[in-house]
Structure formats: structure tokens, C-alpha cells
């Protein structure tokens, strides 16, 4: 008489969910024989697997005696966008924020005033063609920046609207 002994999986745990920059490696210690590793993406019999995208991620070790699974929700944090629109009145910019995936933000104005508002209004003192600076970072320290110009002639308009829409009543 040949005697098996089968022992229950081993439990497994995958770290917290978690917003990633990187490719991230998943891993379960090694699993005796006969477990069997059935991972979310299709793989088999494998102690780790590289995510890069969001998505949730689970894996399962199982034998005749039963199954321990866990999951992780990863999240890849999409590159920054940088993007705004102008609306000089008078001797003022008033600078709309519409950039994307965006932490922080960074404005230069032209004039060496500078500002981390999000969406910040200056006051020029003089009349003049200037350039302005936006730098963004998005949570895994990448950085995009867009520069475009502001005329500041004491009079008012709507600048770099690409899309501009009205609605009448």
C-alpha cells in the first residue's frame, strides 16, 4: 500500500492595492507539489507574474485539499498632460488648468512672477507679449510642460479657445 500525504496549500497574500509607475512583479513563496497556481492572467504554475496596466489581479493555490486565493486592485498611473487656456481681461491672465493626471503644477508667467496655483490669475504691470510656463508632475514624478503667450495690452479677450461653445437661451 502506497501511502500519500497531501497537505493543504500554503496561504497566500498579495500586497495592498496599490498605484504603480513601474512594471510590479507579483510573487507567492514556492508551492510543494501537487499545489496548483492559477493566476489571474492565464498563468499556471508560476511563483510570480509582472503586471503594467490597471486591472485587478488575483492568484489561487490549490490542491485536493483545498484553495487559499488572494487579489490586488493595481492602478498605473497614466503620464501627465499639460494643457490650459488663457482669458486676458485688461491687464490680467486669467489661466485655466486643464491638463491631466496632474499632482502639482508649476506657472511662470513671463514676467518673473511665478505661482503653484492650479489655476492661477496674474496681474501684469505693463503692456507686452509674454510667455508662459506651465510645468505639471503627475504622482510618479514625471513632468510635461506647455508654454504659449499672453498679449497684455490693457484690453480683453479669450485666448487659445480651441473648442469654444455657446449656448443661448
Known amino acids: 500500500i502506497n501511502v500519500t500525504i497531501i497537505t493543504p496549500p500554503s ?71 499639460a494643457d490650459f487656456d488663457i482669458l486676458k481681461t485688461g491687464m490680467f491672465g486669467v489661466f485655466t488648468n486643464k491638463s491631466q493626471n496632474v499632482t502639482s503644477s508649476s506657472w511662470e508667467f513671463g514676467d518673473d512672477s511665478t505661482s503653484t496655483s492650479l489655476s492661477p490669475t496674474h496681474q501684469y504691470l505693463k503692456k507686452g507679449t509674454y510667455k508662459v510656463k506651465l510645468t505639471i508632475t503627475n504622482s510618479c514624478g514625471e513632468k510635461k510642460e506647455k508654454i504659449d503667450s499672453i498679449v497684455i495690452d490693457g484690453n480683453s479677450s479669450i485666448l487659445n479657445s480651441v473648442n469654444p461653445s455657446f449656448e443661448f437661451y
Open 11 to 81: 496561504a497566500v497574500s498579495l500586497p495592498a492595492d496599490i498605484v504603480i509607475c513601474n512594471p510590479l512583479v507579483l510573487s507567492i513563496p514556492n508551492q510543494p507539489s501537487p499545489n496548483e497556481i492559477l493566476w489571474s492572467t492565464g498563468a499556471q504554475a508560476v511563483n510570480s507574474i509582472t503586471v503594467d496596466t490597471t486591472a485587478n489581479y488575483w492568484v489561487s493555490v490549490s490542491n485536493k485539499c483545498g484553495t487559499f486565493s488572494d487579489a490586488i486592485y493595481v492602478k498605473k498611473e497614466l503620464p501627465p498632460v
